[in-house]
């Protein structure tokens, strides 16, 4: 697994009450959500990002009223035609 080391302004941990680790956790999570959104990874990367069970990663979405399915509606015809055809 690649580090990335991410320089925070100094004091940023005492204005938001958290410890470098929380911070850290914070930042992870959010960067993966973010990037879940976005649709560029999935939610199994995503959770892997945040460090944490799938499950937690879902439930993190719904604190945050994030959509888990990244679905467009034409995907989703894309997938029912694929369905109906009988190609998948």
């Known amino acids: 697994m690649a580090t990335v080391t991410v320089?925070?302004?100094?004091?940023?941990?005492a204005?938001?009450?958290r410890s470098p680790?929380?911070?850290e956790k914070e930042v992870?999570?959010?960067?993966?959500?973010?990037?879940?959104?976005?649709?560029?990874?999935s939610q199994g990367r995503a959770a892997e990002i945040a460090g944490i069970p799938r499950a937690?990663?879902?439930d993190?979405?719904?604190a945050?009223?994030?959509e888990a399915i990244q679905i467009t509606p034409e995907e989703l015809e894309q997938e029912v035609d694929a369905l109906?055809?009988?190609?998948r």
Request: proline fraction near 2%; charged fraction near 30%.
């Open 7 to 13: 320089e925070i302004p100094e004091g940023l941990c």
């Open 15 to 17: 204005t938001l009450h």
């Open 21 to 23: 680790r929380e911070v």
């Open 28 to 41: 992870r999570l959010a960067s993966a959500i973010e990037w879940y959104r976005q649709g560029r990874i």
């Open 56 to 58: 937690d990663f879902l």
């Open 60 to 62: 993190a979405l719904a």
């Open 64 to 66: 945050r009223k994030i």
């Open 84 to 87: 109906r055809s009988g190609s």
